[in-house]
């Protein structure tokens, strides 16, 4: 289920404050330098740099 668009306007990258696209079961930072992906578990966003992916 995706998330709401209102919510997506809201939400930042919390290592870097840029914005988030949702991709798949994650949010990924639009940063070029951070680009972190986030982690949607049952529909909740975990916005903890601790449990993000690094890009490859």
Same mark, same amino acid.
């Given at each position: 289920?995706?998330?709401?668009?209102?919510?997506?306007?809201?939400?930042?990258?919390?290592? $870097?404050?840029? =914005?988030?696209?949702? !991709? &798949?079961?994650?949010? @990924?930072?639009?940063?070029? #330098? $951070?680009?972190? =992906?986030?982690?949607? !578990? &049952?529909?909740?966003? @975990?916005?903890?740099?601790? #449990?993000?992916?690094?890009?490859?």
């Amino acid at each position: 289920m995706p998330l709401e668009a209102g919510l997506l306007e809201i939400l930042a990258c919390p290592a $870097c404050h840029s =914005a988030l696209d949702e !991709r &798949d079961s994650e949010l @990924v930072c639009t940063s070029k #330098e $951070c680009g972190l =992906a986030y982690p949607v !578990r &049952d529909d909740i966003p @975990v916005l903890l740099v601790d #449990e993000a992916r690094h890009p490859a």
